[in-house]
């Protein structure tokens, strides 16, 4: 009798917003569901595609803050 594979646990992507254990801010790790759920609620962690939206979100604010290119010097009146 052959022995048959277990499916492996899907892994969560997660982002770490600071130091934890041997992770530094910006890490990304994959964990199993439950230890995934466990750093979102302490802020550790997010998942990788709320930050990723959450980026995308930052560069859209900073690009619609910056002036126009070739206006830096120019008097405001």
Not at 5 to 13: G, I, R, S, V
Not at 66 to 75: L, N, Q, S, V
């Amino acid at each position: 009798m052959a022995a048959t594979k277990q499916p492996a646990e899907k892994l969560h992507t997660m982002v770490f917003l600071k130091p934890y254990g041997r992770y530094s801010r910006n890490d990304r790790a994959g964990f199993p569901l439950e230890k995934a759920e466990q750093l979102e609620k302490r802020k550790i962690a997010i998942p990788s595609d709320k930050f990723k939206a959450a980026a995308a979100d930052k560069a859209k604010a900073d690009a619609a803050n910056k002036p126009a290119k070739g206006t830096e010097g120019a008097d405001k009146v």
